[in-house]
């Protein structure tokens, strides 16, 4: 069993900046993609951005230039550096990893959340 641990949201003013972390533990053979995922009252978990182990990011439109993804493989850990925060990147954000524990055990595991609001 993969677990995740996630730190670092809070209470910001619109325009500050926020950044989280999340530190997987457990069995880990490998570990692909990394993510963030967010949820706001009321709508959808909704991808934020995600990094391959290669170092590869993907990030939602209404987040890039403002959002950076990064991981350190070593100690199995993501990151997400929010800069110009707005009132609408209000929500519960979620770490997700996907990877296997063994050859034949996939998994894809998810964060206990932490909350971000932005408001002044």
């Known amino acids: 069993q993969v677990q995740l641990v996630e730190s670092g949201g809070g209470l910001v003013q619109p325009g500050g900046s926020l950044r989280l972390s999340c530190a997987a533990s457990?069995?880990?053979?490998?570990?692909?993609?990394m993510g963030w995922f967010r949820q706001a009252p009321g709508k959808q978990r909704e991808l934020v951005a995600d990094?391959?182990?290669?170092?590869?990011?993907n990030y939602a439109d209404s987040v890039k230039g403002r959002f950076t993804i990064s991981r350190d493989n070593a100690k199995r850990a993501v990151y997400l550096q929010m800069n110009s925060l707005k009132p609408e990147d209000t929500a519960v954000y979620y770490c997700?990893?996907?990877?296997?524990?063994?050859?034949?055990?996939?998994?894809?595991?998810w964060g206990q959340g932490t909350q971000v609001t932005v408001s002044s």
């Open positions: 990094i391959t182990s290669g170092g590869s990011s």
């Open positions: 457990g069995i880990i053979l490998s570990m692909n993609t």
């Open positions: 997700n990893a996907v990877g296997r524990s063994t050859p034949w055990a996939p998994f894809n595991s």
